[in-house]
């Protein structure tokens, strides 16, 4: 299996901020098969960035994912409210698809 | 609009067996793959196990393979996951999710809002 590792594990920060959250593979992911998924208390995840930099739907201007190979990248440029949750990396390359830990962003 | 309802969810004791269901509505669900992911309590988001659009190809997580079932009814539009043989490490909120193509290996585009499953004595 790909063993996805996020961090840090909690990010706290201010509304305004910017925000980067890291996940590591310990092998390479191939083709950039790498998403991103937001998730509030009590709801969904929610998809943001798939193929690692390209924004889902809906999924506002100010996230933003790079990266390829093993190191990967989702940026939010400018926090709002809303933006505070747990954010997940996903690889969907192989026929064990993995989900890194999480990283929570927090109100500082 | 897309909408994926789980059901089937509950409590159980250890050892016992659960089928839950997954309602697609909104999009073609023949054209696509499906899969089965779940979270524990405060923990994070676990793969369990997919199907393709046909249902001739399945996959399953270490975790559950030869206990968990998935399966898929295109006349009912209808996902299955057979959960047999339940350890109380299953207890778990059971989401089922939609691949954005017709193959398995697309990320997850749309998702259910979960099924429960508390396995306890």
């Known amino acids: 299996d790909i063993v996805l590792t996020q961090s840090p594990g909690t990010l706290s920060l201010s509304p305004g901020e910017r925000a980067t959250l890291s996940c590591r593979a310990r092998q390479s992911v191939s083709s950039s098969y790498l998403a991103w998924y937001q998730q509030k208390p009590g709801q969904a995840p929610r998809l943001l960035i798939y193929g690692a930099s390209s924004r889902a739907t809906g999924t506002p201007v100010r996230f933003s994912g790079s990266g390829s190979g093993t190191d990967f990248t989702l940026t939010i440029s400018r926090l709002e409210p809303e933006d505070f949750a747990v954010y997940y990396c996903q690889q969907y390359g192989s026929s064990r698809w993995t989900f890194g830990q999480g990283t929570k962003v927090e109100i500082k | 609009q897309v909408q994926l309802v789980e059901s089937g969810g509950g409590v159980v004791q250890p050892g016992r067996s659960l089928r839950l269901s997954c309602a697609a509505s909104?999009?073609?669900?023949?054209?696509?793959?499906m899969h089965w992911v779940r979270q524990a309590p405060g923990k994070g988001l676990e793969w369990v196990a997919g199907v393709s659009y046909d249902g001739s190809n399945k996959y399953y997580a270490d975790s559950v393979k030869g206990r968990f079932t998935i399966s898929r009814d295109n006349s009912k539009n209808t996902l299955y996951l057979q959960v047999n043989s339940l350890r109380t490490e299953d207890t778990a909120v059971y989401y089922c999710?939609?691949?954005?193509?017709?193959?398995?290996?697309?990320?997850?585009?749309?998702w259910g809002q979960g099924t429960l499953v508390t396995v306890s004595s």
């Open positions: 999710a939609k691949a954005a193509g017709v193959q398995l290996f697309y990320y997850f585009d749309y």
């Open positions: 909104g999009f073609t669900f023949s054209s696509y793959g």
